[in-house]
């Protein structure tokens, strides 16, 4: 089903998804180093759903309204760096 996203707000949407699950899960991944293991299924689980959320809100409307955008693990994985180093970039410039 297609909504009445351009091509280029889907790409924008997807890409945003990413960053921002990515940028969650090295949060995680932070949080962890300094948690004791007993804390990790309670640390997991908010951060869970706050990716969860933040997936079907961006990534999945996009791919929704373009299947073909969909990233391979690759991909996936590019778009997460391209994206940070962004952000890195211009909160340079802040």
Known sequence: MRTNLS???????????????????CALKRVM????????????K???RAMAGILASTVDVALQAYPELKPDEDAWVEIARKCAAARACNGLND
């Open 7 to 25: 091509l280029d707000a889907a790409k924008a949407l997807l890409d945003g998804g990413i960053d921002a699950t990515s940028a969650l899960n």
């Open 33 to 44: 180093l300094h948690s004791p293991e007993d804390d990790y299924t309670d640390l997991k």
């Open 46 to 48: 908010p951060f869970g």
